[in-house]
Structures are given as C-alpha cells and as structure tokens.
C-alpha cells in the first residue's frame, strides 16, 4: 500500500528557505526515481525536481540553482532544500514516484495515489 506524508511547508520571505520531508512506503518506490511535484491555484500539478534510484538529480529551470533534492533510502525519505525562494513559488508540494513509474504502476494516471502535500506561502 503507497502512502505519503510530506511536512515542512510553511509562511515565509522572499528570499527565505525551507526543506521539505516526504515520508514514503510502497514497492513502488523501493527501486524508483522520484520526485517533487508542486501545484500553484489555478495551475496543474507539475514536477519540478527528481532523484533517480543511483543518485542523479534534474530540475526545471525556475529552480535549479535554488532547490536541491536528497533521498535517505534507509529513512523512506525524500527532501526538498529550497533556498532564495520566491512569490512564485508559492504552492501545494507533492512527493511521488517519477511520471514514468506512475503511468506504469497505475496505469491510469487519474488513479495515482498522492499525500496531503504541504503548502509552501512566499511572500513579497
């Protein structure tokens, strides 16, 4: 059974950080890449930062430089390090599995089980 926790959202300053925490259990993630999803009000959800199985991370060009992912495989935990945050990126953040392994796994994409998130306020 997947289940997701993630926690360490909170109010904070342009320019600010704050690290996030996603508690993970499932198969599915045992040999997965992962990552971060984030989504803003009126905008879908979209992955901005993953970590593969050996290590290797990708981000999407408004947060590299910025956002760091780490993954403790011993833990079931994934991070999130977000330093120089900005207004935009205020939204509801969300750990998964990596796109392809969701599609694999449920097929369905409408079927994918995601946790609470935490929400992540930047302000001006």
């Known amino acids: 059974q997947v289940q997701l926790v993630e926690s360490g959202g909170g109010l904070v300053q342009t320019g600010g950080s704050l690290t996030l925490s996603c508690v993970h259990s499932g198969s599915i993630f045992s040999i997965k890449a992962m990552g971060w999803y984030r989504q803003a009000p009126g905008h879908q959800r979209e992955l901005i930062g993953g970590i593969t199985n050996e290590g290797s991370t990708n981000y999407i060009d408004s947060v590299k430089g910025r956002f760091t992912v780490l993954r403790d495989k011993a833990k079931n935990t994934l991070f999130l390090q977000m330093n120089n945050l900005k207004p935009e990126d205020t939204a509801v953040y969300y750990c998964?599995?990596?796109?392809?392994?969701?599609?694999?796994?449920?097929?369905?994409?409408?079927?994918?089980?995601w946790g609470q998130g935490t929400q992540v306020t930047v302000s001006s």
């Open positions: 998964n599995a990596d796109p392809n392994t969701l599609e694999n796994y449920y097929g369905d994409v409408s079927q994918v089980y």
